[in-house]
């Protein structure tokens, strides 16, 4: 499947997300400990999405494993920021393999990810694309599973739903029409971060300043504790964290 990991807190520079810990995001493109049957690397293209001072977050994507990336070593030693999100991909069989697939996917400050797979893609899910208007299909990043499930979060973002409510409507209409997806949805604005669990393991970092949530932990550090499956996650600007079950929202 995929890893992701989002941050919150204090400036620090992204290598503290990507390269620096013992089972950074890096490490895990190569050695992920918890893919639960969805294959065994995640090799098919990386992202990374960082909010600057002022302004829209930016986003650095590749097509290639985030290992053979000479330049982000030290482009990540360089950037700091505030918030963050970052995925490594493991593609599923017949999905495509480019730059436009790999998360974050992103409009305005919203940075996404997804971690899991739509069964039965793509018939399963046709008719809920169909809901949306005609123009999100057209504009799709990516013929794949989790553009479309981007495009799903988005358009209720874009209706007025706060970000858990997106999220837990997204995966609720996805697991009527592809039931057995894995749905570990993972999105910021860059004050809050909104996750879910649906078939994959997620794990969270809480301290007094600063909120970290990945697929797995970073370390060693005994603060950081799992989510539990079928759970959604929401971590606030104050560093508020509730954890709820799906469909209590």
């Known amino acids: 499947m995929c890893r992701h990991v989002a941050y919150l807190g204090p400036p620090i520079p992204l290598s503290r997300l990507l390269f620096d810990p013992p089972h ?3 490490h895990q493109s190569w050695a992920p400990r918890d893919m639960r049957g969805g294959g065994t690397i995640n090799a ?4 990374v999405g960082w909010y ?3 302004g829209p977050p930016v986003r650095y994507r ?12 030290g482009l990540a030693g360089s950037l700091v920021a505030g918030a963050a999100l970052a995925a490594v991909r493991s593609a599923t069989v017949g999905m495509p393999v480019t730059e436009a697939a790999a998360a974050p996917f992103g409009d305005g400050p919203w940075l996404f990810s997804h971690n899991g797979v739509v069964r039965g893609w793509p018939g399963s899910v046709a008719k809920l694309a169909g809901t949306l208007p005609v123009t999100d299909l057209l504009t ?3 013929p794949t599973d989790a553009a479309l499930l981007w495009a799903l979060v988005h358009d209720r973002l874009r209706a007025g739903a706060g970000p858990a409510e997106a999220v837990a409507g997204a995966v609720a209409e996805v697991e009527r029409a592809a039931p057995g997806s894995r749905l570990n949805l993972l999105l910021t604005d860059g004050t809050s971060i909104v996750a879910s669990t649906a078939g994959h393991a997620l794990s969270v970092r809480r301290d007094a300043t600063s909120i970290l949530v990945s697929s797995e932990p970073l370390d060693d550090d005994p603060a950081w504790r799992p989510v539990p499956d079928r759970a959604l996650l929401v971590a606030g600007a104050d560093h508020t964290l509730t954890i709820t079950e799906l469909g209590d929202q």
Request: aromatic share 8%; net charge negative.
């Open 24 to 26: 950074a995001l890096c």
């Open 44 to 47: 098919d293209g990386f992202g």
């Open 52 to 54: 600057p001072p002022a």
């Open 62 to 73: 590749r097509a290639t494993p985030m290992w053979s990336d000479a330049t982000l070593p």
């Open 140 to 142: 799709l990043a990516a």
